[in-house]
């Protein structure tokens, strides 16, 4: 094996399992790949060397006696700097909680240490979880792997940085409104927004809690699915996680047959504003969905302008309320757009609020009836534009700010407000050389089927087999 | 012209009221926007009774829609 870091997560647990290598060793190509490219990368708040290299000893000494292993044994991991761990540092990506210290460990992040992943650090990010690029004014803004002068899409930039640039096998991010999605697409990965409360969010830095999922970033279809089986299900610490049954979402990506699946192609709001290269890659990969035996079919969305607002509604105040305190007495410690985002909220009236709440099950149910009717899944674009560089994205709070965040979010935010499991997968490269995505989105709990589905597609055009070039 | 009700000064006004914040001018004009747009979503659904709508609604329609493949 010439470059461990190379390897899938999926392959790189079999490998220790099996004894090919050593935890230790896989652990060490990762830290000394992660100490090369983080100074071009920046997408480590606070790599962790020392305690990674601690944790692989015990998983090699674990295997050693023969005690009973999970599947993810030895297999370096980082995750966003907001999934808390008791006595470490959780920046939030801010200036604000540079310093604090939680009392308490993510239920996302015991069952994935209770499954044997090894910790890496804590993960670049945008500011608090606002910010579809992945700037970020306190920390430095995190670097696309794929040419360092682009964003790498955000909030979880630093998911999408580590995982795609091969620093780490796998990273979780948290999805507002794309913060999964978007650093999947930027960064040539597979990303999982899935069914709202399908995971728990206790110790999990909150945004808007009616729109907050965690979710998985990977290279490969089925070592996502492999970490969402992992953190899924009711938590007795998380009252709002979903009591559903969890599928077996990695045996959803063995031998996939889609043969007869009915895809959905809307004919209105996810291709408005598209450019030609984002549409020939999206035709691209249905061609391969339908020589796989899928039925692609037209339908037409609901209103989305009416979904966006309302999701805003919904953000707003939770957003405001969890500020409201530091945005009094701390207003220049946050950056200036960050700032802006999270003001908002503090007009809105309790009324539209408890309205947009309520009328969540009615726009929602109606989108369902609308796509789903006459289809299993629906594919979309992640971003409907060439993933655009760090610098033409600074914009700061100035005027077309918003203008800017719409668009780069236009494809992936109605999915929180509508509460349905969304998949980004990689689709290619646009003209400037940056991944292209799309999305592949169902109805409530249908996470196995977006998995079968895209790894139906993975299985043809194989992705994963190109890595930026990175030295 | 300038909207009597809802303007710059006033949601200056507003904020630094309820919630001891003080805005900067220009969050103050996009706060205004902001508000507006709102006001034309909802006035959709100012006939429309929420009286018989519990939060619960979501999490049961989310369940019921569920189908496994």
């Known amino acids: ?170 990273a979780m991010g948290s999805d507002t409104g794309g913060s999964v999605r978007l650093p999947a697409a930027c960064c040539g990965l597979v990303g999982m927004k899935p069914t709202q409360t399908r995971v728990s969010r206790f110790g999990l830095m909150g945004l808007s809690f009616s729109l907050d999922n965690a979710g998985p970033l990977t290279r490969t279809v089925r070592d996502n699915a492999r970490m969402l089986g992992l953190i899924a299900g009711a938590d007795p610490m998380d009252p709002t996680a979903a009591s559903a049954p969890v599928d077996d979402y990695e045996a959803a990506t063995q031998n996939p047959a889609i043969k007869g699946l009915r895809i959905a192609v809307p004919k209105n709001y996810y291709y408005d504003s598209a450019t030609s290269d984002v549409r020939a890659m999206m035709t691209d990969s249905l061609k391969v969905f339908e020589s796989l035996g899928a039925e692609i079919v037209e339908v037409a969305v609901t209103d989305h302008d009416e979904i966006n607002t309302l999701a805003t509604v919904l953000r707003g105040p939770e957003a405001a309320t969890l ?18 985002r999270l003001e908002p ?70 999915f929180n407000y509508l509460g349905l499991p969304s998949l980004a997968v990689p689709a290619g490269f646009t003209d400037n050389g940056l991944p292209a995505s799309f999305q592949l989105a169902g109805r409530p709990f249908s996470e196995a089927g977006l998995y079968r589905a895209a790894a139906a597609y993975e299985a043809v055009v194989k992705f994963s087999d190109h890595a930026p070039n990175l030295t | 012209m300038a909207d009597p009700f809802m303007n710059r000064q006033s949601i200056k006004d507003l904020v630094l009221r309820w919630h001891e914040v003080d805005l900067e001018e220009g969050a103050a004009d996009r706060l205004v926007a902001l508000v507006n747009l709102h006001a034309e979503t909802f006035n959709e659904y100012a006939k429309q009774s929420f009286f018989d709508t519990e939060p619960s609604n979501f999490d049961r329609m989310l369940a019921e829609e569920s189908r496994n493949d």
């Open chain 1, 1 to 170: 094996m010439t470059d461990l870091t190379h390897m899938s997560l999926v392959d790189a647990a079999e490998a220790v399992a099996s004894k090919q290598i050593s935890s230790r060793e896989l652990t060490e190509a990762c830290v000394a790949r992660a100490e090369t490219l983080q100074p071009t990368l920046n997408c480590f708040i606070s790599l962790d060397p020392e305690g990674a290299l601690a944790e692989a000893d015990q998983a090699d000494a674990a295997l050693a006696r023969g005690d009973a292993i999970g599947t993810l044994h030895g297999v370096p991991l980082a995750h966003k700097d907001m999934y808390y761990r008791k006595g470490k540092v959780s920046t939030c990506g801010s200036e604000i909680r540079k310093d604090f210290t939680p009392d308490i460990t993510s239920t996302v992040i015991t069952r994935l240490a209770d499954a044997g992943a090894v910790h890496m650090g804590g993960l670049n990010m945008s500011e608090f979880a606002v910010g579809p690029f992945g700037h970020n004014d306190h920390w430095g803004h995190c670097r696309n792997p794929w040419n360092p002068e682009h964003v790498t899409g955000g909030s979880s930039s630093g998911s999408g940085s580590s995982v795609g640039g091969r620093l780490v096998f796998g």
């Open chain 1, 323 to 340: 500020h409201g305190a530091w945005l009094r007495d701390r207003p220049q410690d946050y950056g200036a757009q960050v700032r802006a």
């Open chain 1, 345 to 414: 909220g503090l007009v809105m009236t309790g009324v539209h609020y408890v309205k947009a709440l309520q009328l969540r099950a009615q726009i929602s149910k109606r989108f369902i009836d609308a796509v789903f009717a006459n289809a299993d899944v629906l594919h979309i674009p992640t971003v409907s534009m060439p993933i655009p560089s760090i610098e033409e994205t600074d914009v700061k709070d100035s005027q077309g700010f918003p203008a800017l965040v719409e668009s780069m979010t236009r494809c992936t935010r109605p």
